[in-house]
């Protein structure tokens, strides 16, 4: 049986695209930006400059090495959402405490997969690379 898409991602000009929550179940409202990381997706969601930005992570698989209780960039993730082409909630780093859903749902972080993120990071120019503050740097 296939699973049926349960959220959306509504960009400012209308399009749609359709995917799977994890994290948090609840709407959010934030500026999209993309971040090309391979690795690094704690230190992402946990980075206090993506406050109330969602992140747009272009890598294909997010989650599959959990979270670690050591590798936070703050203790209060405060990342406005994460939308990625596939969540993998079997983490399987031995030293994860929690998966990334976990963490998302603890902290109210909205999350939706399935999205095509390469497609949606090249083809809207409304979307840009994250940069850090230079006063964070």
Do not use: W
């Not at 296939?2 to 959010?28: C, I, P, Q, S, W």
């Not at 930006?33 to 230190?43: A, I, L, W």
């Not at 969602?54 to 590798?71: F, K, S």
């Not at 979307?127 to 850090?132: D, I, K, N, V």
């Amino acid at each position: 049986m296939e699973r049926k898409y349960d959220k959306k991602l509504v960009l400012g000009d209308g399009t749609v695209f359709e995917g799977y929550g994890f994290g948090a179940d609840r709407e959010a409202v934030c500026e999209l930006v993309f971040n090309t990381s391979p690795v690094g997706y704690q230190e992402i969601v946990s980075d206090p400059s993506y406050t109330f930005q969602a992140v747009v992570m272009t890598y294909p698989l997010i989650g599959n090495y959990g979270v670690c209780d050591e590798d936070y960039e703050t203790r209060v993730p405060s990342i406005g959402g994460l939308v990625v082409r596939d969540y993998n909630g079997r983490p399987s780093n031995f030293r994860y405490t929690k998966t990334l859903d976990e963490i998302m749902s603890e902290y109210g972080i909205v999350g939706i997969s399935g999205v095509d993120t390469r497609c949606l990071a090249v083809s809207y120019t409304h979307l840009r690379a994250h940069e850090t503050p230079e006063h964070l740097v």
